[in-house]
Every structure is written in structure tokens, then in C-alpha cells.
């Protein structure tokens, strides 16, 4: 962890309210950190419907590998999560590591190990001594509790500067149901998807098939569209949990994704998801200012994506934030090097609201003072209007900065 | 200019020969930079076969349109280089530049304009004065020698902390000719094809057809297997020029590229090509460490050479080499992440000579002390093997520093 927090940070964490069907409870197991929470247990007393979606590193970690087995049985009763070790690339050990934690789990809760779903994160390559969560596992199923959103954010954090929380509420039909989200992740961020955990529980009715369709659709303009450094971990979790709660209430369960009772359930969602997705970039590495990159006018919004990733992950685009200095050459040459359809000499980029250039070369009444103004700010926006068609996307980012230099040159010592 | 040079600056430079058919001056014209040369003009007696690759980005400079079009005649009689500005995204003003400075050179040489050809290197978006060129170029015409190459690499250096040159000699037959290279080029490095602007001069006779053969296949294994920050230049030149002033010995003039007569002059010209491009490596912006990544065992050539990009152009790969940390999970992650097939547990990985992981988990005998050992080299060798197929690329990169975030977070003032 890095010792002071993110100057990008919120200046307050939401009020996270329990969600009924949900405890949480975490324990200090000794996996790396010392004086440090560093296991969390999620336990649904009733099976909860659960959806998920996971990096697509070629290199899964071991966890990953079993969620992903997991999910077809579509019930999760129990989720553990580590940090200090991710479990990946480590082999055998590594699978027995993850089973042996799973039949730990389901024998604490009292379900089936397939019930039981597992996150890590981490150093890569060290063996993780699974044993250590044998020994907490059942006292803390004992004593989770459901108001314990924050401490449960803290226990999975890595080199997060500050716990990641956000809480939306929707109607589903004329029922109020609560939607909670944590996340971690600073570093080794970018999609597909952009690294992290994140654990997303409500107390809506909705079936797992529904629920892995609102997943996947929210995830591309939320946790797909963040990068702090271009690097896809082994490790990326994003998992969202229905309980199904609110049935007591009269909320008539759903099963389609498409069924109109969803719409305000799917926004909040999405809007939920978007929040913590941008926590964490705001929380990226050394950071100091945060970047939302717009791409407008492409011929496609996979291609306007593709373009403003080059943006945002682009050293020398990420540098010159870091410098305050309004270098919009580097704009167009990521833009150049993209690989998507642009004509030079229809580009127009704005930072801010100062347009810097236009029809491909600097906008005659370009004020390098403006423009300067806009790049001492904390959340800046580079717009890019490519010109060519009606694609847009955006993508969010941080700078890059000799702190993220030193964190990373520096990170298992 | 960086204030100093890089610890992995060549110790020497290469004694370079003048090569007959090719003249050089350089001047102060004042672009940007004070009391330094800026300005370089090659000058060819006799017409000489040219070849060229360029910049793939998709916002080429004016310069790299008006080579690109000039080079479907063949013939060169003049080349002018300047530093400081890189007529790019310079809209119309850009390409008026382009077609002064051409017009300023051939009434300088005595030849058509579009015999010139022009390459410029430093700020993107700024107007060039192409009229700072038309009063020089006349009297650099009269005093261009052939015993120039160190000070032509000088002149076209942009961040470079040394000039970069090359030669080499080769037997066309019985005939010995003469391979000589300049390149510039330290940031915004990356294929394709890595930047940098880069000028090979040969004696020998050879047609336009050929050379570019030569020269397009000589570049994969050089200049587009470097990267510095994966960031694509707008303005990436690779010319090569053959005077043909070798036939006066009695070398037979050779058009075909597939001729056995070239064997020899292809080896020297692809040693060449990868000595300067390793030059501009160890150049890289803030560089300490040179890093060569060798891929084996994959799907194809090109997949194995896609994982090493992935390698090394990841921050956290880089970042570690330069805590010098033999953070081998970072590897794994960069592999997982290039989105080529790879079989996590047939995955074995190398520091230097140090096997870390093997079969899909860290080196039962693996010793962190032997691995550090090879991290604080200056030379370091990452090798992955993939266990797949037959598929091997070696791409080369440099570590990424405080040093890389400080030069180019302060690039333009």
C-alpha cells in the first residue's frame, strides 16, 4: 500500500446500507500483509442468483479458472477473497490451493464447494498456503454481519490508496431493492476487462442468465473503459450477486434481461458500475489527475474506443498530462497510430472546452494560456473529433508519473 | 537535448568512410534550436536508386506524403533533414512547406523537386518556415563532403543524447562496397516502424526495385522490432540510397533483390540496420537498461513476435526491470495479455541465463539471488518459451524510468 492516499480520491465514501441476504465478515490470515485484514468472506445464507465476468488474459489465475467452472451452477452461497497473493501461474498448487479453499468455505457455510466462488489478489507465481484460510473460515461465518460494506473494500485492497464503495437503489416494479459495489485495483489496469476485483450484491429477484446479460452489457462502458497503465491482469474479477430478498417484499422475480420491470434496475446498475469503475481510476498508480478521453465522429464506436484507448494508454499522451502541458501533437499521433480509419486533415481536438486544433493543423485562435489553464485542473477531458462517421466512445484514464515509476519499481520488496 | 548521455551510449563511434556519390553539409537555420545545427542536406552527384519505409501511422507528417510520392521515380538527388519541427499535422501550410523546401533543393542541386526528398523531426503542430531552408541550401551545396557522417548525425538529433552511425562493407562480386547509416531518434519509439528517422547511403549498383526489396525486408528484425515507449511517431523515415558509384570498379549493376550476387550486401545492410536501430534502444528517453525479449515456441513468427511487443512495451515489465526486480509474474501477465495462444502451464521463463518458471510455476530450484544477479546488468535478456509450436521473434526495448516521465512531461518548453 502506498503510504499517503490518492490526491484524486472521493472526499467522502458513500454510506453503504446492508443488503438484505448478504454477511460479511473478514479476518486477518497472514498471507502477506502483516497487522492488516486480508481475507473477506461473503456468505449468502439463501443461494444467491450470480453472474460474472473475468479477465481475458490468456494466463488466468487459478481462481479465475474456478470461478468461471462455478458459474454455470448459476447459485453462489459463499465468495472468498485474498489479497497478497493472487494465485496465478502457480500450477497445481495453485488449482489444489483453490479447491482446498472453496471445501473449506463450503464446509463453514454449509453448502456444495461448486457453491462457493474465489478471488485473489496479489504477487503472481508465489504459492498461496490455503491452510491459513482453513483455520478462520467458520468463526467468521459466525460472525458476519451485512453492515460492513467499507471494511469489506479494505480487506482486498493491494496498493489501492483508499477503500472502493458505491450504492445505488432502484424499482423493480413498485419494490425498492438495493444494489452495494466494492472494488480494488491501482495498477495493472486495462481492459479487456480492466483489472480488478469487484463484488456487486442486490437484494433483486433476477435470474442468473438475466443477470449475466446486465452484467456484460454494463461492463463495456464502465470497467472495460478504464486504463491506467495498458496491463491486463491474470486476475480481473467482476462478479454481481441477486439474493433475491426483495421477493418478501412482493418484487416479482425476472428472468428476461429485456423485460421492461429492468429498465431502472439496469441504469442504476450501470451507473453503480461506472462509479466504482472510475475509483479506481482515479486511484491509479501516482496519479494526480484523471483524464476522460471522447472520441466522436468515428466510423464506429468500436472504433472510436479503439482510438481513445490509444489515447489514454499512450505514454507520451500520459506524460504530458503529468506536465500540465497541453501537448495535442501527441493526441494526433496517437490518434495516427491507432490503427483506425482518420483523416489528418479532418481532426479537431479539444482539451476542455479550448479547441487546440482543427482541420488538421492548430486552431488559428488557439490561446496556449487557455490551454494551460485547462491542464492544471484534476479531471481533465480530451475530446477528439475524428470526422468521418457517427462512432463515439469514452474511455478514462490518469497520468503517468514518476510515483508510478517508483511504485512498481518497487513492488515486491 | 538531455543534459546527459546515456550510461549505454556506445563507448566509441564507428570510424565512418566517406561513400562515393553522396555529399553533406549542415547549418544553424534556426528552427527551433540556438546556436546548434538543425539542418542537414545530403547531396547526390548522380542520381541514386532510393527505397523507402515510413511511418504506418495514420497522420503522416507532410514530409512522409511528399517521400511517398516522390519515390514511384526512383531516382534521388537530394535529401534535407531538419530537427526541431516535424511538419506534421500542419494542414495545408505543412504541404506548401514541403513543396518550398523541395523547390529551394533542386534549384540548389541543379535537379527536379522531385528528385528531393525531406524528412523533419521534433514538435508536432507547428507551422515550418520553409523559407529558414531556401536561404541556406545553396551555399551547404557548395561547401557538402563526403567525410561528414558524425556531424550529419548530429544535426538531426531531436532528445537523442549521442549521434548514432553505422557501416559496414560488403563484396558485391569482386567489387567491395560500402554501407554507411545515420538514425536519430530516442522517444516515440515503436514499430510500425519504430521512429526515427534513419539514412543508409551504399556505393553500390543496385536498382530502386531491389533496394526497397531489401529494405523492406531488412526492417521486420530492426527498426520494427525496437520499441521505447510503444508510441508511433507521425514522421518514421527509412531511406536507403545506392549511387552506383561502385559499377566505376566494375561492379555489374544488380535489379534483381533474389540475385545471389547480393547475399553478401544483404547480411551487411540487415547488421547494419540492426546495429542502428539498437542504437537508438539504448537512447531510449531515460533508458538505464537495455532489454532484449526472445519469444520461442509459439504459433508463428508473428504471434511469437506479438508477445514480445506485449512484453516489452508493458509498463509494469518495464518498470520492474528498472527497480531491477525479477518480477517474472509480469511476464506471465504481459503474455496472457498479447491475446496469442499460450497454454499457462507449458509456459517456462528465463532472466538471463536464470530459469524462474517452468510448466506453469515458479522454478522448483529457482534462486532469487542468481535472478537479482542478472537484473542489475545493463544487458538483460528476458526468454519466454511457449511450448506451442516453432514460432520465435527477438524485439528489444529499454526500461522506463522517472528519467522517461520527467523528459517528456517537459518536452515543449
Not at 39 to 66: I, W
Not at 309 to 317: D, E, F, Q, T, W
Not at 357 to 384: C, F, L, Q
Request: charged share 25%; proline share 4%; net charge negative.
Amino acid at each position: 500500500m502506498s503510504g499517503s492516499v490518492s490526491p484524486l480520491a472521493p472526499k467522502s465514501f458513500a454510506d453503504m446500507p446492508a443488503v438484505r441476504g448478504v454477511r460479511m465478515a473478514t479476518a486477518e490470515a497472514g498471507i502477506k500483509y502483516k497487522n492488516r485484514t486480508d481475507v473477506l468472506l461473503m456468505v449468502f445464507d439463501e443461494p444467491a442468483a450470480v453472474a460474472g465476468v473475468f479477465t481475458r488474459s490468456r494466463c488466468p489465475s487459478a481462481p479465475v479458472d474456478l470461478c468461471r467452472q462455478h458459474l454455470s451452477g448459476g447459485a453462489a452461497r459463499a465468495v472468498v477473497v485474498n489479497s497478497g497473493n493472487a494465485n496465478a501461474f502457480t500450477g497445481k498448487k495453485g488449482k489444489a490451493a483453490t479447491e482446498l479453499t472453496a471445501k473449506s468455505a463450503a464446509e463453514a457455510v454449509g453448502c456444495e464447494p461448486t457453491e462457493v466462488f474465489l478471488a485473489s489478489t496479489g504477487v503472481i507465481g508465489e504459492p498461496l498456503d490455503a491452510t491459513k484460510f482453513a483455520g478462520v473460515l467458520g468463526e467468521m461465518t459466525e460472525r458476519a454481519k451485512g453492515d460492513f460494506w467499507l471494511d469489506a473494500a479494505k480487506a482486498i485492497m493491494t496498493t489501492d490508496t483508499y477503500p472502493k464503495v458505491a450504492t445505488r437503489s432502484a424499482k423493480i416494479g413498485a419494490v425498492t431493492v438495493t444494489i452495494n459495489g466494492i472494488a480494488k485495483g491501482a495498477g495493472m489496469i486495462a481492459p479487456d476487462m480492466a483489472t480488478m476485483l469487484s463484488f456487486v450484491v442486490t437484494d433483486a429477484a433476477i435470474s442468473p442468465a438475466a443477470l449475466q446479460i446486465l452484467l456484460s452489457e454494463g461492463t463495456g462502458p464502465s470497467f472495460n473503459s478504464v486504463t491506467v497503465d495498458s496491463d491486463t491482469s491474470t486476475s480481473d474479477t467482476l462478479m454481481l450477486f441477486a439474493t433475491g430478498a426483495a421477493a418478501k417484499d412482493g418484487q416479482a422475480p425476472v428472468s428476461d434481461a429485456a423485460s421492461p420491470a429492468l429498465s431502472d434496475f439496469r441504469a442504476a446498475l450501470n451507473d453503480l458500475l461506472k462509479d466504482l469503475a472510475l475509483q479506481v481510476v482515479r486511484d491509479g498508480e501516482g496519479a494526480r489527475k484523471m483524464v476522460a478521453v471522447t472520441v466522436e465522429g468515428a466510423e464506429s464506436d468500436a472504433a472510436a474506443k479503439r482510438i481513445g484507448l490509444s489515447i489514454a494508454n499512450s505514454p507520451l499522451v500520459k506524460t504530458a498530462v503529468a506536465g500540465e502541458d497541453a501537448n495535442w501533437g501527441r493526441v494526433v499521433m496517437a490518434v495516427g497510430k491507432s490503427g483506425e480509419m482518420a483523416d489528418r486533415d479532418r481532426l479537431a481536438i479539444w482539451f476542455g472546452d479550448v479547441r487546440v486544433a482543427v482541420d488538421g493543423e492548430r486552431d488559428p485562435s488557439y490561446s496556449e494560456d487557455a490551454a494551460s489553464a485547462v491542464m492544471k485542473e484534476e479531471d481533465i477531458t480530451i475530446r477528439v473529433e475524428i470526422g468521418l462517421g457517427a462512432g463515439t466512445a469514452t474511455v478514462y484514464t490518469c497520468d503517468l508519473t514518476k510515483e508510478y515509476v517508483e511504485i512498481n519499481g518497487d513492488y515486491r520488496s
